[in-house]
Antibody, heavy 120, light 107 residues
Framework: QVQLVQSGPEVKQPGASVKVSCKPS????????LSWVRQAPGQGLEWMGW????????KYARRFQGGFTMTTDTSTSTAYMELRSLTSDDTAVYYC?????????????WGQGTLVTVSS | DIQMTQSPSSLSASVGDRVTITCRAS??????LNWYQQRPGKAPTLLIY???KLHSGVPSRFSGSGSGTDFTLSINNLQPEDFATYYC?????????FGQGTKVEIK
């Protein structure tokens, strides 16, 4: 059974960076393609980007290019997302998700979410 | 970017009702359309992929239809656990985009 386990909540000051981890289990790490989706309080879902754990290929949503980076570490079977120059608008729950069974974009597995709060 | 517009934004219904949610894409997306359910305080879960294919374990009272730009999610015989927010998502082009959500509330 596939599971995605994310790191815990973070509180950051404006201008800081945050790095969230996601550790998939239930299959070979390099078989995963992972996306990051965020949800601001009371708001809808926003796709940020996708990374292949096989070769590190990435696709970024244009609005996140520059201040957002996705990486994988095959030695620890962990994926990461880093968001820089945080503002209050980045306060959100960040989900690591996988399109495992039906293709990259059909997110059938979700992490538990990581709340990132940006506040001075 | 492809814009996804859901209607209504919210609706009230009773247990046993049939409800229909509409999702419209700003350009054709063929059949690259998925639906998700999100209960309060929980992560979303996949309901339907490819317009009409039910994800494993999803009850058959859920169904989806449509193609091109107009799509619907229908729920027959609404159950208490179905009161949630529903999102459509297009995966025709990146950035993969979601509708704004439809909240199904108890009447």
């Amino acid at each position: 059974q596939v599971q995605l386990v994310q790191s815990g909540p973070e509180v950051k000051q404006p201008g800081a960076s945050v790095k969230v981890s996601c550790k998939p289990s239930g299959d070979t790490f390099t078989d995963f393609g992972l996306s990051w989706v965020r949800q601001a309080p009371g708001q809808g879902l926003e796709w940020m980007g996708w990374i292949s754990a096989y070769n590190g290929n990435t696709k970024y949503a244009r609005r996140f290019q520059g201040g957002f980076t996705m990486t994988t570490d095959t030695s620890t079977s962990t994926a990461y997302m880093e968001l820089r120059s945080l503002t209050s608008d980045d306060t959100a729950v960040y989900y690591c998700v996988s399109g495992y069974s039906y293709g990259a974009g059909a997110f059938d597995y979700w992490g538990q979410g990581t709340l990132v709060t940006v506040s001075s | 970017d492809i814009q996804m517009t859901q209607s209504p934004s919210s609706l009230s219904a009773s247990v046993g009702d049939r409800v229909t949610i509409t999702c419209r894409a700003s350009q054709t997306i063929s059949t690259y359309l998925n639906w998700y359910q999100q209960r309060p305080g929980k992560a979303p879960t996949l309901l339907i992929y490819g317009v009409s294919k039910l994800h494993s374990g999803v009850p058959s009272r859920f169904s989806g239809s449509g193609s091109g730009t107009d799509f619907t999610l229908s729920i027959n015989n609404l159950q208490p656990e179905d009161f949630a927010t529903y999102y459509c998502q297009q995966i025709y082009n990146t950035p993969w985009t979601f509708g704004q959500g439809t909240k199904v509330e108890i009447k």
